[in-house]
Every structure is written in C-alpha cells, then in structure tokens.
C-alpha cells in the first residue's frame, strides 16, 4: 500500500468556493509576477509559487503536495496527481500563473475547460539568461543544505520544488543543462498552443497593456497603469525575507529560553 499523499489530507469544498476562471500558462521568468498582479487587480485571486508561503497554505503543506506531484512527474516516484487533486490545492483561486502550476498544464487545461488561457513567451536565450540570475541563483545557497536538514517536508521542500520544476522542462538531461532549457521554451509554446481550444488562448506580452487582455476576459480598463513588477532579482530577494522570518520563527523559542536562562543565572549568581 502506498503511503498516503498530502493532498489526500486537503478537503474538497462542494461547490467550489470561486470559478477557475483564468490559466496564466506561460513558463516562469515570461513576467508571470507580473499577470499575478495584473490578476489580482482584475479581481481574481491568482495562484503563484509564492502563494506556498501563504500561512493557510503553509497548514495545508501546499508545497509538499506540489513537491510530491513534481516528484511523480519527473521521477516517476509515488503516485501521479490528477485534474481533482490540483483541483483542491488551487480551490480558493480564480487564476493561476507561474511554476508549479505551469508544469501541470495539460491537467489544468482538462480539469476547467472553461477556463481562458493567457500565455507569456521571451526569448529562449534571454529567458535562460533570466532564469540564471533567479532561479538558478537561489538554488546555489548554501543554506539550503541546513533548511533541508532541519524541515525537509516544511521550507526544504520549496528548493525541491524549484529544482524539479526546472528538470521537468529539461528532461531527459538535468536541471542545469542550460541548453536543454532554451530548447524548452519553443516546445512549451507549441504545446500550449495545441493544447487550448480556439477562443480560449490569448498570446500576450504585459508591453501590449491593458486594452487586449481585459477584452480576451471581458473586463473593464481598470483606471490604472498597467503593473510591471519583479525585475531583477525581486523574486529571490522575496525568497531571502522568507528564509529569514522563517528562520526568526524557528529560534525564537530558543531565544527566550537561552534568555530565561540567563535571567535565572543573574538573579541566582548575582555578581
């Protein structure tokens, strides 16, 4: 018998709580933060790999499911996730954008197909030269090693995450292969495009403004520019602050404890 997933722990809500409504398909690093955003200030509540950090979905070990999910996907271990179990994981948002999400696009596109489909492409070579400046940057910590040691079903699993994500667009050579990444980006492209029904698919780039995605979603212009975030290395340094109040959290208690202590000492050996 196989041992239980972590999804299987997740509770399906009947109805569902919001309408899938938007798949921001693109590959990570083609402005994906941004759609987030841009999503959210449409109204819909947009999944994004940061979401993991999310306290309720912290509780509800999200990037756990998403490791396991991952982990089936590119090594063939445990067993695979389908349409209803990402389903339970994404069921109090109305969009999605971003790795882990855009890994498993056959079986988002299957589970809400009346779901509009929004994708973002770059340059193979200048998207590989932005993947390296993030999320290969963030791989290289050291302090992974010890966040692995110390929770590998907890933070240790968002560097699994990331990792496998990378190798399942470079299969069959290993996440590093940076080659093998460029030569991704195409394929994804072409494949998203057979995958949506005609009138589902809007190619977009977030210099194209407002005017053709709110149209592709029948929304209305909102009364603001258009937003343009996470340039550089905004997502690492997100990353970085939530290593550290982690990291806060974690010691704390032992910060008061070392504190009492000490307090206890100076009252009892007084100098």
Sequence with gaps: MSPARAVDSLKAITPRPVEMQVLCLGLSRTSTMTMMTAMNQLGYRCYHMLETGDSQNIRERHSLCWREALDYKVNGKGTAYTGKDFDKILQHYSAVADMPCVNFADELVAQFPNAKVVLTQRDPDVWVKSVENTIYYVLSWRIWRL??????????????????????????????????????????????????????????????????LCKFLGKEVPDR?????????????IIKIGIAVWAVKRSFPYLVGIGVLWAAWKWAVPS
């Design 225 to 237: 520019p258009f937003p343009f975030v996470n340039k550089g290395r905004n997502a690492a340094n």
């Design 147 to 212: 966040l692995c040691y110390l929770e590998p079903d907890g933070i240790g699993t968002i560097r699994d995450c990331l990792e496998l994500a990378l190798a399942d667009w470079t299969s069959p050579h290993p996440y590093t292969d940076r080659k093998a990444l460029a030569e991704y980006m195409p394929v994804h492209t072409a494949h998203i495009r057979s995958l949506v029904p005609h009138g589902y698919l809007l190619e977009f780039h977030p210099k194209d403004g407002w005017e053709p």
